[in-house]
């Protein structure tokens, strides 16, 4: 069982394209991360959202956190081949770095 | 990421061999966590550690895996026995604190890759 799901699994589009990732659960989290992966490479983080509503944005990337603390949702503004990569969420129920992953969205900009 | 420092990078292992895996933290980070990926799965949470002491070991298989974090030097996660399923990528992980919400991140290192033969 998969308490933390994301979806697409897989996403290719064209250089300029906008997209959102989801992430969902039927648990509360007391917070989520996303993260980036790339190939070969360990998950470095993106952000962290804390509070129910919360939306952070880093350069193109857009993260908001629902309402309820149950999902989160990464929307990418004009993406860039430079974005490819695998994005994973992670849900914490508390402090400390024992996070549930989600399976993860493999992202493919082609220019 | 680039602190969290994780040898070997691939390890190559035959049915019924151990296999030890080490993870050096960054500089000043006391708190460590394994973590498991096998493809195409998110990555899985195994154990959490302090120096000498093992937190939380919820996600460690019952039986062949040990991991440690001695006084001196690194954290050790340890395979007896492997098995074809232990193929997988273990990634760990460190925090300064605790509280990697807070004032920390979480601070991954770059893998290792254990393919059992």
């Known amino acids: 069982t998969q308490l933390l799901e994301q979806s697409p699994q897989f996403l290719s589009i064209q250089e300029g394209e906008n997209l959102t990732v989801y992430c969902n659960s039927s648990?509360?989290?007391?917070?989520l991360q996303w993260y980036r992966q790339e190939p070969g490479e360990g998950p470095v983080l993106l952000v962290t959202?804390?509070?129910?509503?919360e939306v952070k944005k880093l350069k193109r990337l857009t993260f908001q956190f629902g309402d309820a603390r149950k999902d989160s949702s990464l929307h990418i503004t004009a993406a860039q081949p430079g974005d490819t990569g695998l994005y994973l969420c992670?849900?914490?129920?508390?402090?400390?770095?024992?996070?549930?992953f989600g399976q993860g969205t493999e992202l493919s900009v082609k220019p | 990421n680039a602190g969290v420092m994780q040898n070997p990078r691939h390890l190559v292992r035959r049915r019924g061999q151990e296999a030890r895996l080490r993870c050096s933290p960054m500089k000043g980070h006391s708190h460590v966590y394994w973590y498991r990926q096998l493809p195409e799965e998110g990555l899985k949470f195994m154990v959490y550690?302090?120096?000498?002491?093992?937190?939380?070991e919820s996600g460690m298989p019952k039986e062949r895996f040990s991991a440690e974090f001695p006084k001196e030097g690194p954290s050790i996660l340890r395979i007896q026995q492997v098995v074809r399923g232990d193929s997988a990528a273990y990634f760990c992980?460190?925090?300064?604190?605790?509280?990697?919400?807070?004032?920390?991140?979480?601070?991954f290192g770059e893998g290792s890759r254990l393919t059992v033969l």
């Open positions: 992670a849900g914490a129920r508390g402090q400390g770095g024992k996070l549930i």
């Open positions: 550690l302090q120096k000498e002491n093992i937190i939380d």
């Open positions: 648990s509360v989290f007391s917070s």
């Open positions: 959202v804390v509070t129910g509503g």
């Open positions: 992980a460190s925090s300064k604190t605790r509280d990697t919400l807070g004032t920390g991140e979480l601070f």
